[in-house]
């Protein structure tokens, strides 16, 4: 075995390393750059958002193009984006996965708002991020939804992302498997997802000699923090098979669920499209900015 030294670049990730300051720092410039260059968007005007906050995704709905190079350009399109995503770009997250739940209607209006978050990229190539070795051990997990935030078919949104020594490893957002019929119930599905989440995410840190106590879950409907912990509620009576599971979860101090305020949680950046001043608060915090 032969030692390469540093790591400065793996599948198409670029790694900076500063053992002096106790810092790791990944992006994706390069990969970006290259994305940009293919559809002819280097020079573009740097857009602030991915996707406006006020964006009507019904309109996807009315508009499907005949031609088969649109669906394949916006296919392409988005799975380079996803890339991204997976990488070191969890700003992109929400964006991307909105917008591909449109590929089998894929239209000009698709086409033209996935290129509008090339121009957020353009003007974000730098963005990084920042795995510092001071920070606290806590695993701390933030969990939010979207109730009903799919035109298609009404179901909510799911998102979260979890942080280790301050730096976010884990990230998500999907959408959940059934209708919800309040923001409770829609609060307490993406809360039993998220703790799938911790739960797997607590065993690799385990086996490290890494984790600390309980995993830290800040959510911000009260009532679904109250089901969490008391399932034995009318509401819920059609949640059979998942109604105890979080409670077991808490019992056995695998997970503590924590109030926090809807305008620090840092995962409604995972749910739907924000406004410029909450994405950029909640992606610097995303970044260890």
């Given at each position: 075995m032969?030692?390469?030294?540093k790591v400065?670049?793996?599948?198409?990730?670029?790694?900076?390393?500063?053992?002096?300051?106790?810092?790791?720092?990944?992006n994706q410039?390069?990969?970006?750059?290259?994305?940009?260059?293919s559809?002819d968007?280097?020079?573009?005007?740097?857009?602030r958002?991915?996707?406006d906050?006020?964006?009507?995704?019904?309109?996807?709905?009315?508009?499907?193009?005949?031609?088969?190079e649109?669906?394949s350009?916006?296919?392409?399109?988005?799975?380079?984006l996803?890339?991204?995503?997976v990488?070191s770009?969890?700003?992109?997250?929400?964006?991307?996965?909105m917008?591909?739940?449109?590929?089998?209607c894929?239209?000009?209006?698709?086409?033209?708002?996935?290129?509008?978050?090339?121009?957020?990229?353009?003007?974000?190539?730098?963005?990084?991020?920042?795995?510092?070795?001071?920070?606290?051990?806590?695993?701390?997990?933030?969990?939010d939804?979207?109730?009903?935030?799919?035109?298609?078919?009404?179901?909510?949104?799911t998102?979260f992302?979890?942080?280790?020594?301050?730096?976010?490893?884990?990230?998500?957002?999907?959408?959940?498997p059934t209708?919800?019929?309040?923001?409770?119930e829609?609060?307490?599905?993406?809360?039993?997802?998220a703790?799938?989440?911790?739960?797997?995410?607590?065993?690799?840190l385990?086996?490290?000699d890494?984790?600390?106590?309980?995993?830290q879950?800040?959510?911000?409907?009260?009532?679904?923090?109250k089901?969490?912990?008391?399932?034995?509620?009318?509401?819920?009576?059609?949640?059979?098979?998942?109604?105890?599971?979080?409670?077991?979860?808490?019992?056995?101090?695998l997970?503590?669920?924590?109030?926090?305020?809807?305008n620090?949680?840092?995962?409604?950046?995972?749910?739907?499209?924000l406004?410029?001043?909450?994405?950029?608060?909640?992606r610097?915090i995303?970044?260890?900015?």
């Amino acid at each position: 075995m032969k030692d390469m030294g540093k790591v400065s670049k793996y599948l198409g990730i670029h790694v900076k390393q500063d053992l002096d300051a106790g810092t790791v720092m990944i992006n994706q410039r390069d990969y970006l750059r290259n994305v940009l260059a293919s559809y002819d968007m280097l020079e573009c005007k740097p857009a602030r958002l991915p996707v406006d906050k006020n964006f009507t995704f019904s309109l996807l709905l009315r508009d499907k193009s005949e031609n088969q190079e649109i669906e394949s350009d916006c296919r392409k399109l988005i799975g380079s984006l996803l890339y991204a995503v997976v990488g070191s770009r969890p700003d992109l997250f929400v964006s991307v996965s909105m917008l591909s739940r449109f590929q089998n209607c894929a239209s000009k209006l698709l086409f033209e708002t996935l290129k509008n978050i090339l121009n957020y990229v353009k003007g974000t190539l730098d963005l990084s991020l920042v795995y510092r070795r001071d920070g606290d051990e806590q695993v701390i997990g933030s969990v939010d939804s979207d109730i009903g935030g799919d035109p298609s078919d009404g179901k909510s949104t799911t998102g979260f992302v979890f942080k280790v020594f301050d730096s976010a490893v884990m990230w998500g957002s999907r959408k959940q498997p059934t209708v919800s019929k309040s923001s409770a119930e829609a609060g307490y599905i993406a809360l039993c997802i998220a703790t799938s989440e911790a739960r797997w995410l607590r065993n690799i840190l385990t086996n490290l000699d890494l984790l600390l106590g309980p995993v830290q879950m800040f959510e911000d409907n009260q009532s679904a923090i109250k089901i969490a912990k008391n399932p034995e509620v009318r509401k819920i009576k059609h949640l059979d098979l998942t109604k105890f599971f979080i409670k077991d979860v808490i019992d056995q101090r695998l997970i503590e669920v924590v109030y926090v305020p809807t305008n620090d949680q840092v995962a409604d950046m995972f749910t739907k499209c924000l406004g410029n001043n909450l994405f950029a608060k909640f992606r610097d915090i995303v970044f260890n900015k």
